[in-house]
């Protein structure tokens, strides 16, 4: 009788550890939604040219927001990633991507954008 209420008490222990431990993971070590946005643009010195802009939903910022994040290195003041909150549509993310390169004067280089989720 002792040994079976120890057995259930270790299953009943063992289950609720390891639903907290998968609730954390799942919360701590993946990124929330991420995608991409890959962009191919002519360069005068290179001829042609690719990069990519990360695009993060986060979900402890406005719900409507668009958060620009630039680089630091090595190219200071270049966009980095969008943090985005958890209602923005992809229509949302080109128009304000549409709208950075037009006040950057980079909207006539631009050849193709594409975005990945």
């Given at each position: 009788m002792l040994s079976q209420i120890?057995?259930?008490t270790f299953q009943i222990v063992s289950f609720l550890f390891s639903?907290?431990?998968?609730?954390?993971?799942?919360?701590r070590?993946?990124?929330?939604?991420?995608?991409?946005?890959?962009?191919?643009?002519?360069?005068?010195?290179h001829g042609f040219e690719r990069y990519k802009i990360k695009v993060i939903?986060?979900?402890n910022i406005p719900?409507?927001?668009i958060t620009?994040?630039?680089?630091?290195?090595?190219?200071?003041?270049?966009l980095s990633c969008l943090l985005v909150g958890r209602d923005v549509s992809t229509?949302?993310?080109e128009k304000f991507i549409t709208?950075?390169?037009?006040?950057k004067g980079m909207w006539e280089s631009i050849i193709r954008m594409r975005i990945e989720v």
């Open positions: 120890m057995c259930l639903e907290t431990l998968i609730h954390t993971i799942g919360i070590g993946e990124n929330p939604e991420m995608g991409l946005l890959w962009i191919e643009a002519k360069c005068n010195q939903k986060k979900f719900s409507d927001e620009p994040r630039y680089r630091s290195r090595p190219k200071p003041g270049e229509q949302d993310i709208d950075y390169f037009h006040q």
